[in-house]
């Protein structure tokens, strides 16, 4: 539709190509594709909802500036087994989008840029979009939201949202980000979870938060400017060095909640030796009687990412799972954050009576 600049709604569950090259205004967008194939809303300025799904070679919303309810990318169909091969991954670029009330990027993802993005969540109240039920029937329906951010991403990828300032709701991170800046944030009513297969890598300036579940595989947390929390819960699946993040974070838990995956302290001058081999000491948990080595089940290797329902499967607080902040348990091989086990001790007393049986007979 070439020439289309207004339109209410296009849905369109299996589609190949998709050109309204002169679309400015819309309500709902609803795109499925059926191949590979391309979509271009190059002149959309602001829509409702925006869901697009599948393999796309190219989507083009180079002028989008403002989405009033849910924009949602999801870089594969939902309900289709994946490929043998490597599975073609979207290209997200929003160059001039400054607002939604929640925003998701899914499946299989090869770049995320969201320069100008600035607020998410501006609706407390909630969020109305379009949703394609499966049973009993295929069909559209409305269902109610909440407000936020949503990264549920299968590729190995980094995320910088430079200029987002203000965030209410939620901010839900699944799958393999490898990391995520939000440097821009600050003072927020915000639930925050974090449920990751990568060991990924998180950094924000945000001030405080309604509830903060850090799970999953965490490689590093710098949170400088968080000063208030509601809610604590910690599970993250090997222990990480201390810094002033982990400290303040594991102050709001409770001693006794049974947790061993406090942060240790690292003593530089001992780190920094090349002459002492130091790899072998593991630091006990603090708050146990001992120092002895503290084994925590550490999974190298990435579970198979659900990429379209990885929140529907997270843990809740209290749980009776690997995620429990009061579950711990298991040995850990190879795992460089506990310990290092995989060094080979020789067996010295079988050589040492090698060598007294050897002088015996010489003497002899």
Known sequence: MLDVRRIDAVILPLVVDVHLPKLEHAGDIFLVESSTGEVDLGSLVDADNIYIQGDWSSINLGSLNTVTQQLELHGWKSGEKLPEEAPFEIVVDLPVLKSANHLTVAGFVKSVSLPRLTVVGEHEEGIAYLYQSTYPSPELVYLLGRPGLRISIASHIEVEIPELHSLDGTLEVYGNVSSIRLPSLGKTDLGITFTTDAYVSIFSTIESARHFYLWGNVGSVDLPDLVDVGTMSIAYRRRLPCNETLV???????????????????????????????????????????????????????????????DNNRPEPGADDEMNTNHASGNTDNDPSQGVHGYNILPHTGFATLCTAVIIFCCY
């Open 248 to 310: 303040k974070l594991w102050s709001w838990i409770p001693e006794n909640d049974g947790s061993q995956y406090r942060c240790f302290e690292v003593d530089d001058s001992e780190a920094n030796d090349d002459d002492e081999d130091t790899s072998l000491e593991n630091p006990g948990t603090p708050g146990s009687d001992d120092g002895e080595d503290t084994e925590t089940d550490d999974q190298t290797t990435d579970p198979e990412v659900d990429t379209e329902n990885n």
